[in-house]
């Protein structure tokens, strides 16, 4: 089944321990993005990445930091969490940059 | 940057009525996108416009990529409970940026 993976789905955490999740897509798309959705805001992108070892800012990217050394794999990284950062992120992928993308379920955090 | 305006907010219909809901933007978009997330799940793509002016379907949705680029709407007939949920919408211009509405809640009363 073609999907995008994100985990964990749920993570409760204190401010200032690293975490990471992870995103994998077994649909060999050479775009991943990631967003976080806070209520009334909608999505908004955080980093994305137009194939193997080429990552961008997107419109949030303050706090963050992603990697893609492999096509299907695209980790997000938050190397000292604060509670603003307590959001629902979205992983997605897209065969193409300009192709509609495909979302995964989404990783809901908690940072206190 | 840009910023897409989606109306209405939420929405509480009898089921079996249709519905409506619309973005706009001062931008000029590409690719408008649909998009429907359901609770606990991510957002899943209903449907997809390229050009301007195209009326796309699928199933009893509608969409339709306004003649100026800025606009787009999204109407759903006979709407049935689970239609329950909460509709994006989506703008894209040329390369990878995607600006999404801040959605439009959708309850259903059976």
């Known amino acids: 089944e073609a999907q995008v993976t994100q985990n964990p789905r749920y993570l409760i955490t204190v401010t200032g321990k690293k975490l990471t999740v992870t995103c994998s897509q077994n649909m060999n798309h050479e775009y991943m993005s990631w967003y976080r959705q806070d209520p009334g805001l909608g999505l908004r992108q955080i980093y994305y990445?137009?194939?193997?070892?080429?990552?961008d800012k997107g419109d949030v990217p303050e706090g963050y930091k992603v990697s893609r050394k492999e096509k299907r794999n695209f980790p997000l990284i938050l190397e000292s969490p604060s509670p603003n950062q307590t959001s629902l992120y979205f992983c997605?992928?897209?065969?193409?940059?300009?192709?509609?993308?495909?979302f995964g379920d989404g990783t809901r955090l908690s940072i206190l | 940057g840009q910023q897409l305006n989606q109306s209405p907010q939420s929405m509480f219909i009898q089921e079996g009525e249709d519905v409506s809901m619309n973005c706009t933007s001062s931008?000029?978009?590409?690719?408008w996108l649909w998009y429907k997330q359901d609770p606990g799940e991510g957002p899943v793509l209903l449907i997809a416009l390229y050009k301007a002016g195209e009326l796309t379907s699928n199933g009893r949705l509608t969409a339709q990529f306004g003649i100026t680029r800025k606009d787009s709407f999204l109407n759903i007939s006979a709407s049935i409970p689970s239609d329950v949920g909460i509709y994006f919408c989506?703008?894209?211009?040329?390369?990878?940026?995607?600006?999404f509405g801040a959605g439009t809640i959708l309850r259903v009363k059976s």
């Open positions: 997605a992928s897209a065969k193409v940059f300009n192709q509609p993308q495909h």
């Open positions: 931008s000029i978009f590409n690719t």
């Open positions: 990445s137009m194939n193997v070892e080429v990552t």
């Open positions: 989506a703008g894209q211009l040329y390369g990878n940026k995607l600006v």
